[in-house]
């Protein structure tokens, strides 16, 4: 199976689904549940419910969520590779879901933002195929030197690579430089726009002077390829959505495992598609076991 070590946050998601609008100022009736979460945990487990073996690099507290958090990632087949912080709480998430299944995020990093290069393993890349880093982690400066330290350690060990951007409100002067030489970027087309100043998947061409290929998710629109070849896409799945969270995460888990197979371009972006439909059709931003796809 493909060795992957995914750096990123860890950390529970309180979920929210509520009807209608938000009362500002008054009482608005929900159903609530917490669910595991963290875009890099997300990716991990998407990963090895497409049958590859993931690590997972996090800072969590010293408290309940972390402890939880560890079990509940190494139960569904992650190793775990977890700084434990005795002063900063676990990475907890408010998510409101609308009746169209579209959420709206209140995050709070927590010991995800103290990580730092020293709680790298030097031995972390040791027999690993490929490295894939949660953009989260590069968007807070406090965070930031630990990811340009595991990209430079990874290109050093010859590993390919692949980041999410993922927040276009995030996304600093200076982003492309620090990603430059990465294997797959896969942006979101807010996160597009806010790269190339362009939401259609042919901008991300201007891209390609900086990274090697660039994988493109646009919702409803379906995801697009884009490299030296041209433009490759496919639509979305038709199902319902329930839940959007984390669906960008489980895309890039399932185009990961194609691709790192040796899949095709428009394999990966299928692998990539199935496992997003799978993410939106339940409620959490990880698999259950109901919900799992064949990647098969």
Known sequence: MTSVVVVGDAGLDVVARHSGPIVHGGDSRAKVTIEPGGAGANTAVWLAACGATPTLVARVGADSAGRQVHAELTAAGVRCAFAVDTEAATCCVVVLVDDTGQRTMLPDRGANARFSPGDLDPGLLAGVRHLHLSGYVLLDASSRPAGLAVLRAAREAGLTTS??????????????????????LLPNTEELVALTGSPEPASAVELLDVVGAVALTSGADGASWVDREGVLSAPALDVECVDSTGAGDAFDAGLLAAWLSGASRAESLAGGVRAAASAVSHVGAQPVARAQPSMT
Do not use: K
């Open 163 to 184: 980041v999410d951007p993922q927040s276009a409100a995030l996304i600093y002067d200076g982003f492309l430089d620090d990603i430059a030489g990465v294997d797959l």
